[in-house]
């Protein structure tokens, strides 16, 4: 590993033109070098490189980036090799990460438990295929559940015998200290004696991986039929193993996941492994486990698209509803599908080849409203009190939704399910929606500066059309914060005594917290999630990032956007923007850029107010009474705003 001070150090030394240059001949052209495109045949030179900046980009086939992504794409090299390659040009040294005395020991300790658990799974399976024991009790229960011999090696199944301290004596003998057997969680201390024993004892045991294939761990399933026992009992929480943390079967799953951009979960170990054998290879399971975060978080690295596959009884439904509010919340999309009675994905892949199975899931996943308020609907019916609280409860998980055009959708299925009018439920969700948003406000300290333009409230609705407008004024904001976040701009603005004054303020500061006071949200996630980054930044008062931050970003989406907002063809025309849809600053002095940031605000809070004026618009003809009144009233109250901003921009609103 390389320490961070020595990547700084790497960083700084390195020219991206120097770097480039090793490879491409490039000639200077103004403060900018151009060449041949290595990664695209060409005649003409339209690959740029920019020294100032520390990028290149190329406008023929779009390839951009830093010098360290150049070597990645021209050399192939990974992240640590591109390092390696520019700390030997520069002549660097890199000091391979020194660990403290107290470090080492916790890396040797985490060696053995890695040891300990590796040497575990070894016998185990070496006991389940070569002893007497063994092969009787856990074997043949395993071939009653039809595994074949290839799936139980490739799992790495094993069984440890009921003798009690079978397992405990040979990892002794093979020089494994009490201490560190129980801390791996193989064994138990006897109390009365000091002596050891084995936890998994007449247990199947399913060795649980991390993603790189390693044991951590253990879920080992008890083959009594006495209710004394419980049915798995799992490793305990170790140097090594989290349970939170880690997916059973994601080792064997990632690559299929990928490829159908598509993760199914299920509760239980033996329902993957018999779902991988029978050719469904894009499933892991929580191990019984409630769903956790991080464990949503490594999903999402794969895919976006989970289908929860769970049994039908009670206790499989509740853990559906919270797995998929959980799951909501990250920006993910949920179908849930539940199992026939009395079977289980493990059951139900048995009996059923590939293809009846992946026809069976096709056919009924269901999006998870119609799901939630299909089952939720029959325990109310004809009790309008149930159906009010389970109108709310509905309503509570779809506003966990952060992609606005998503949530509206979820609204629009729900109003005809329920049979409840679109704008009751939509207002229901706006009030959710703004106590949420007026508690996250409130956690927050109110920045410094309070800007002083319009207020804009309320979560918009956006048509197709709309869209490609609105992610250009949304980029033109992103790409003021990417080219000029730590410039000064002098700016009108709100003082401690809520008086207009001139103030000098970081640009980021500026533009970030004049957009979070109006409680705008992107709708774009992409620009979202770089302008979370600054805000964050500016809020917990810490320095802005730098642009190198973001055109070095391990996101290449964020790597990518940074290095084509800042890096411009050597003449702009019209056209390049347009077929772009770029629009590029360039301000020659500070009042042009303090101008085009106020305007850039103004119009991007322009074009807001114009998508909630259309949106309550068309809501006011479907409303009735008091609700149309009240709607009267909004649509008032935003075309005075917008008069407001249209006048700040000297523009004329006609309609
Ligand atoms: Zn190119």
Redesign the pocket.
């Given at each position: 590993m390389i320490k961070r001070e020595d990547i700084d150090k790497i960083l700084n030394a390195t020219r991206v033109e120097d770097v480039v240059g090793s490879f491409v001949e490039l000639r200077k052209r103004g403060v900018n070098y151009i060449g041949l495109?290595?990664?695209?045949n060409?005649k003409t030179p339209?690959?740029n490189v920019n020294p100032a900046k520390g990028i290149f980009k190329?406008?023929?086939?779009?390839?951009g980036g830093d010098a360290v992504s150049f070597l990645m794409k021209h050399e192939h090299y990974t992240y640590p090799e591109a390092l390696r390659w520019l700390a030997n040009k520069y002549g660097i040294e890199i000091e391979e990460q020194v660990l403290s005395a107290e470090e080492v020991a916790q890396q040797s300790e985490r060696d053995r438990v890695y040891q300990i658990n590796e040497f575990a799974q070894k016998y185990f399976q070496e006991v389940l295929f070569s002893d007497m024991e063994g092969k009787s009790i856990g074997l043949s229960y395993l071939r009653e559940r039809e595994l074949s011999e290839e799936t139980i090696k490739r799992w790495g199944i094993g069984y440890c015998k009921d003798t009690g301290d079978d397992f405990s004596r040979k990892a002794l003998a093979k020089g494994f200290t009490k201490e560190e057997l129980v801390s791996a969680g193989v064994s138990l201390i006897n109390a009365n004696d000091g002596s050891i024993y084995d936890r998994f004892r007449g247990r199947v045991c399913f060795p649980i991986y991390n993603i790189g294939g390693r044991t951590l761990g253990f879920s080992a399933r008890t083959l009594r039929t006495d209710k004394v026992k419980a049915k798995y009992v799992n490793s305990p929480e170790s140097l090594i193993y989290s349970k939170g943390k880690v997916l059973f079967g994601l080792h064997l799953a990632k690559n299929e996941i990928v490829k159908q951009d598509e993760c199914y979960l299920v509760e239980g170990n033996m329902d993957v492994v018999m779902m991988s054998q029978n050719g469904v290879t894009n499933v892991v399971a929580t191990s019984g486990t409630a769903l956790t975060e991080d464990q949503i978080r490594l999903i999402k690295r794969y895919t976006k698209n989970v289908t929860l596959l769970y049994d039908g009884d009670k206790a499989g439904i509740k853990a559906t509803f919270k797995a998929v509010n959980l799951l909501l919340e990250q920006g993910l999309h949920v179908k849930t599908l539940l199992f026939p009675d009395n079977e289980d994905p493990d059951s139900f892949a048995r009996n059923r080849t590939q293809d009846e199975f992946q026809d069976f899931i096709k056919n009924n996943a269901e999006n998870f409203i119609l799901y939630k308020t299909n089952l939720l609907l029959a325990d109310a019916q004809n009790d309008p009190i149930k159906k009010a609280d389970l109108t709310r409860d509905i309503i509570e998980t779809i506003s966990l939704i952060p992609d606005l055009l998503e949530r509206n959708a979820y609204l629009q299925q729900c109003s005809k399910l329920l049979d409840v009018k679109e704008e009751i439920l939509s207002a229901e969700l706006a009030k959710i929606i703004r106590g949420k948003a007026v508690k996250e406000t409130l956690k927050k300290e109110v920045a410094e500066a309070a800007p002083v333009n319009p207020v804009v409230n309320n979560a918009p609705q956006v048509n197709e059309v709309e869209k490609d407008i609105s992610s250009i004024k949304e980029q033109s904001i992103i790409s003021i914060l990417f080219n000029y976040a730590d410039r000064i701009t002098t700016q009108e603005v709100y003082n401690s005594e809520g008086k207009i004054e001139k103030k000098d303020l970081l640009v980021a500061n500026y533009v970030v917290c004049d957009i979070f006071n109006d409680n705008i949200a992107f709708n774009n996630e992409l620009f979202n999630s770089i302008f979370m980054i600054y805000k964050d930044c500016i809020y917990n008062n810490e320095s802005i990032p730098e642009l190198r931050y973001f055109t070095s970003h391990q996101n290449p989406e964020i790597s990518k956007l940074a290095t084509d907002l800042v890096m411009t063809p050597y003449v702009i025309s019209p056209n390049w923007e347009e077929k772009n849809e770029i629009k590029v600053p360039r301000p020659e002095n500070k009042d042009t850029m303090d101008k085009y940031i106020k305007d850039s605000l103004l119009d991007f809070k322009l074009h807001k107010i114009n998508e909630y004026i259309e949106d309550v618009k068309k809501r006011i003809p479907l409303a009735e009474g008091d609700y149309q009144l009240e709607l009267l009233n909004v649509l008032t109250s935003y075309l005075g705003i917008r008069n407001n901003i249209a006048k700040l921009l000297g523009r004329v609103m006609i309609k």
């Open positions: 495109c290595p990664f695209h060409e339209s690959f190329c406008f023929g086939c779009g390839e």
